[in-house]
């Protein structure tokens, strides 16, 4: 089954494809983020330990490619940091199908983005993998903002700095958005043709989610009351006030937090996947979400094809199942047996390789 937050409980599961923003008597509780550092490249031992079950790797390191960090501009001049994964045996003369990788919501490209990105290039791909603006190495002041169309065009950006690279053929590059990129991927793949093939893992639709919570659990006063608290949180700060961060992976967990809550905690909060990343963004920000509607006009995609990945057991799959009823064909969506939302991150034993290569390699002229 499913999981589900108790419908009596004020407590609503607005989630930033990561954790939840907490609802409580109406008003938006915002946890102070901690100091962002560089992010992590390996496991934090002095951390707990996460449940490394069912081949857990967040921190997997290819010895089939070579990897390089990259920086690129997006249309709006801020720097992009990625990481460029390229497989040792490749043939420079010739031209290769690319691959873009999009992490999740609020994390970084070291939590989800590298692995996946690393196994498609040892299958044979170019690929990279990035942070979005205002997260991670790349730039964007304050950090942590929400600003749903510069995370699109941060793919687009992506599509640009794959075009000068002169082994790569920019007619055959493919997009695999984890999570809340998912839904950015897809709103920038509306506008850019260049992405020839769009697969989601565990996609959030942001949008939705900010406005309705999982399964439409929040009312509109509700909703209104978020709005209110983060315009009233711009008064504050404009006025010299300290900054507020909102939702997020919770920094503590116990016996009473929601399963959903400990799912994250399992990854972003132990050494399977923190990355030294607070997961928090602002909470003056966190409402540009309320205006992102990624899934209106999807079908303009096509023919380009979508590939949506879901765990029938996550929490998440609702937007999965929206995306492609909506979707024109070519479609298809692919549930992964007994798989929760987060377990797509990582969990290598579970993550459906075959089937993105099988995709890609369907789609985009492999050579």
């Given at each position: 089954m499913k999981m589900k937050l108790s419908s009596n409980k004020l407590a609503k599961a607005i989630m930033l494809g990561l954790a939840l923003t907490i609802v409580s008597g109406g008003a938006a509780v915002a946890m102070v983020a901690q100091h962002m550092k560089q992010p992590r490249i390996e496991a934090d031992k002095s951390l707990p330990a996460g449940d490394m079950s069912r081949g857990a790797d967040n921190f997997y390191k290819?010895?089939?490619?070579?990897?390089?960090?990259?920086?690129?501009?997006?249309?709006?001049?801020?720097?992009?940091?990625?990481?460029?994964?390229?497989?040792?045996?490749?043939?420079?003369?010739?031209?290769?199908?690319?691959?873009?990788?999009?992490?999740?919501?609020?994390?970084?490209?070291?939590?989800?983005?590298?692995?996946?990105?690393q196994k498609m290039a040892d299958k044979g791909y170019v690929t990279i993998s990035f942070d979005m603006s205002f997260w991670g190495d790349s730039e964007g002041e304050p950090r942590n903002s929400v600003s749903p169309d510069i995370y699109a065009d941060d793919f687009s950006a992506a599509v640009d700095f794959l075009d000068t690279l002169s082994y790569v053929d920019r007619e055959n590059i493919g997009v695999i958005g984890i999570c809340g990129?998912?839904?950015?991927?897809?709103?920038?793949?509306?506008?850019?043709?260049?992405?020839?093939?769009?697969?989601?893992?565990?996609?959030?639709?942001?949008?939705?989610?900010?406005?309705?919570?999982?399964?439409?659990?929040q009312t509109l006063e509700q909703r209104k009351q978020v709005m209110?608290?983060?315009?009233?949180?711009?008064d504050i700060e404009y006025a010299g006030g300290q900054r507020e961060y909102t939702s997020g992976t919770p920094e503590k967990i116990d016996e009473k937090s929601s399963?959903?809550?400990?799912?994250?905690?399992d990854f972003y909060r132990t050494?399977?996947?923190s990355a030294n990343t607070t997961t928090h963004p602002t909470l003056t920000s966190n409402v540009k979400f309320m205006n992102f509607y990624?899934?209106?006009?999807?079908?303009?995609?096509?023919?380009?094809?979508?590939?949506?990945?879901?765990?029938?057991?996550?929490?998440?799959?609702?937007?999965?199942?929206?995306?492609?009823?909506?979707?024109?064909?070519?479609?298809?969506?692919?549930?992964?047996?007994?798989?929760?939302?987060?377990?797509?991150?990582?969990?290598?034993?579970?993550?459906?390789?075959?089937?993105?290569?099988?995709?890609?390699?369907?789609?985009?002229?492999?050579?």
């Open positions: 290819s010895n089939k490619v070579d990897a390089h960090k990259v920086t690129f501009h997006n249309s709006y001049n801020m720097k992009v940091a990625g990481n460029l994964f390229v497989p040792k045996n490749l043939d420079k003369s010739k031209k290769h199908s690319a691959i873009i990788v999009g992490h999740p919501m609020g994390a970084v490209k070291e939590q989800s983005a590298n692995l996946y990105a990129s998912g839904s950015f991927a897809i709103s920038e793949a509306k506008i850019d043709p260049r992405m020839k093939a769009i697969a989601t893992v565990s996609m959030y639709d942001m949008g939705s989610v900010s406005r309705n919570a999982l399964h439409h659990s209110a608290d983060a315009a009233h949180q711009r399963p959903i809550a400990k799912e994250f905690y050494s399977r996947g990624p899934f209106n006009d999807i079908e303009t995609i096509s023919p380009r094809p979508l590939l949506f990945i879901a765990g029938t057991e996550a929490h998440s799959l609702e937007f999965s199942e929206d995306a492609y009823a909506k979707a024109a064909e070519p479609k298809e969506l692919y549930l992964v047996p007994n798989a929760g939302h987060v377990d797509l991150y990582d969990r290598t034993d579970v993550i459906p390789f075959d089937k993105l290569t099988e995709f890609f390699n369907k789609y985009l002229n492999k050579k």
